[in-house]
């Protein structure tokens, strides 16, 4: 399996243009279930996600064409019929997103069977929510031996889903299926992320009509079908964040483009509150840190508008080398401070007691082999090496290569010194 090594110390400087959000593409890709008309979406980020989803979409009936312009990356999605409600358990397993076909599916074609997802590295994640929003819009839904089993004969019929906490997938997935049901949907407690805002602008490009996305109060009207739509996936505010790490961990100036500051706000004004400085532009932000060191700070993880769970890992590598103690709270999920003990392979002084994490600075980190079982986790193990003394090793590159397109070179280009290994076929663990 690859690897990638980076020697720490020097500094970045120059400009990282910012992907489309993954968490985005993937739910815009189920979109295109909805009709049998083409979705094109633009500024398509190529990961291994979204190559995983659209060999999933294929075996549903979904054509993809991928073309490269100089534009950028787009995917041509055409589902002129869904020749299949089947999502099996491999598939389902190795990227959980790939749940969210469940709702389309039974929206267009009255029937799906899709596997459960399983827990995974950073929690549970059970999937009740989703469940309940769509037998709130009149599904059947029956488990047996791993598989939901989910019809609506009769098409699905507006309902009320009142969430009883925010759930990103819930919210998304409740949207993927209401937009074709009979009827109004009125959803309560909904998440407002701008994936969620993302997604219902395509949608409603695509004659949907809902309103209220970005509120915790969002309303369907639901339509009898959908048609073709052309789309931009919004810029990956979490790979923003991470960048914005990176040049605040490693120290320099990095301009990052082709984005939105106003996702990271919360981000930010921990960033400035530990002595970075950050000036917002309109097409992005700058990170700056001229020497000295940082100040700890506190955080907690929440849904949007607050701190983004999927920045915690990249934040507490961060506050490894700065000055006092941090304490790093995290909500959203039961298991995500699996990169604590990487950081303490490094010299980080981590103590972990159930959602807390106590962060006491340390002068120096020191490169080692280190390896995580997340995607965000891997990257704060890279965000450190750039600042450790001596080469990091990170095994496990596949997670990265999951949600950070061509990550290396885009660090390279600001001076990382940052190369990718080439595995020799044999497994690490
Ligand atoms: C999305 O996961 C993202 N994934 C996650 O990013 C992100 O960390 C998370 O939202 C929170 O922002 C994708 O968009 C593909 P949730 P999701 O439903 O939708 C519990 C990454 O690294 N819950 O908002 O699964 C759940 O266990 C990934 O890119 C239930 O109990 O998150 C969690 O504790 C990791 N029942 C909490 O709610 C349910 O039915 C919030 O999860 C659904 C969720």
């Known amino acids: 399996m690859d690897r990638i090594a980076i020697t720490g110390g020097a500094r970045l400087q120059g400009e990282i243009p910012i992907s489309g959000a993954k968490n985005s593409a993937i739910k815009l890709m189920a979109a295109s279930l909805l009709t049998d008309e083409p979705l094109r979406l633009t500024n398509m980020p190529r990961l291994a996600d979204t190559r995983f989803l659209g060999k999933l979409l294929q075996r549903l009936g979904t054509e993809v064409v991928e073309s490269e312009l100089e534009s950028g990356s787009e995917t041509l999605l055409t589902t002129r019929e869904i020749v299949s409600g089947f999502a ?10 790939s749940f969210n076909v469940l709702g389309p599916l039974l929206a267009r074609s009255g029937q799906a ?69 009979d009827g109004d949907t009125v959803m309560t407690n909904a998440a407002q992320e ?17 309103t209220g996305a970005g509120t915790s109060t969002i309303r369907i009207q639901g339509a009898t079908s959908l048609s073709g739509a052309t789309h931009a996936v919004l810029p990956d505010r979490i790979e923003t964040g991470t960048y914005a ?37 309109n097409d992005g932000l700058t990170v700056k840190r001229n020497g000295g060191r940082l100040r700890a700070v506190e955080l907690e993880t929440d849904p949007y ?59 120096a980190l020191e490169g080692a082999q280190v390896m995580a079982t997340d995607l965000r986790a891997s990257v704060s193990l890279v965000i450190a090496g750039l600042a450790a003394r ?28 940052i190369r990718r290994i080439q595995g020799d076929g044999e497994a690490e663990d």
Do not use: W
């Open 88 to 97: 099996p358990y491999d598939l389902v397993r190795q990227m959980r997103a």
């Open 113 to 181: 069977k899709v596997s459960l997802p399983g827990g995974c590295t950073i929690g549970a994640r059970p999937v009740d929510l989703h469940l309940k929003a769509l037998e709130a819009l009149g599904a059947r839904i029956d488990l047996h031996e791993g598989y939901v089993y989910a019809q609506a004969p009769r098409g699905l019929k507006g309902g009320e889903i009142d969430f009883p906490f925010v759930s990103v997938g819930a919210t998304e997935h409740a949207l993927l299926a209401a937009v074709l049901a």
């Open 245 to 281: 790490l990176a040049a605040a961990m490693a120290g320099g100036e990095v301009r990052l483009t082709r984005t939105r500051s106003d996702f990271i706000a919360a981000l930010i004004d921990k960033l400035v509150e530990a002595g970075v400085e950050v000036t917002a532009h």
């Open 194 to 210: 701008p994936e969620i805002v993302d997604l219902a602008e395509c949608l409603n490009k695509m004659g949907a009509k809902i």
């Open 305 to 363: 508008p607050g701190f983004a769970t999927d920045l915690q890992a990249q934040f507490m590598a961060l506050m490894t080398l700065a000055e006092g103690e941090s304490i790093i709270r995290e909500t959203i999920f039961e298991n995500r401070f699996m990169h604590a003990p990487e950081l303490r392979r490094l010299g980080a002084d981590i103590t972990v007691h159930g959602g807390e994490a106590r962060v006491r600075g340390v002068e």
């Open 390 to 417: 001596g080469e990091t090793v990170v095994n496990r590159v596949y997670h990265l290569d999951r949600g950070f397109e061509r990550l290396e070179e885009k660090l390279s280009a600001c001076g990382a010194q």
